[in-house]
């Protein structure tokens, strides 16, 4: 049997990470979170997909492609930190509702105490769990709660 994978997909603005509003979302860049999902992934024999895009579309695509996964059961899941597309992405939703992949909708800061826009998202509707507050732990987090769904429906 192929190795189950787990995507980690990063919205727009990620990529600034470390110097992006350091007291908001800390000083770890993109390439430590990716260094810590590989981490946590490995640790559960899982295959890391890790991308960041500023573009709505190529996220999209990537939840295509891990549907294709999906439907041929070599999924664990998808983490998505979809960064402001979360509060304005319907197409984001639909490629998640079309898909069907478990999904994690992740957000570095406790969104719930910030501005009123952020707490609204269009992702949760179809997302398995929802993380927020963690810093970019939450990403690990993410990838252990995948791993124990994946153990559960085995």
Not at 21 to 33: Q, R
Request: proline letters at 3%; one cysteine or more.
């Amino acid at each position: 049997m192929a190795t189950a994978t787990v995507f980690v997909l990063n919205g727009p603005n990620l990529n600034l990470l470390g110097t992006r509003e350091p007291h908001i979302y800390g000083h770890h860049t993109l390439t430590d979170v990716e260094a810590l999902c590989q981490q946590h992934a490995s640790r559960h024999g899982l295959a890391l997909r890790f991308h960041q895009s500023n573009h709505e579309g190529t996220l999209v695509d990537w939840i295509h492609e891990a549907g294709a996964l999906h439907r041929e059961s070599q999924l664990a899941g998808v983490v998505l930190n979809a960064a402001a597309y979360t509060h304005t992405s319907v197409a984001l939703l639909d490629a998640i509702k079309a898909t069907g992949v478990p999904l994690v909708e992740l957000h570095i800061s406790n969104v719930h105490a910030r501005e009123p826009f952020r707490q609204h998202s269009y992702l949760s509707a179809a997302a398995r769990a929802v993380m927020c507050g963690f810093g970019v732990a939450g990403y690990g987090l993410a990838i252990d709660a995948i791993a124990a769904w994946q153990a559960a429906d085995a």
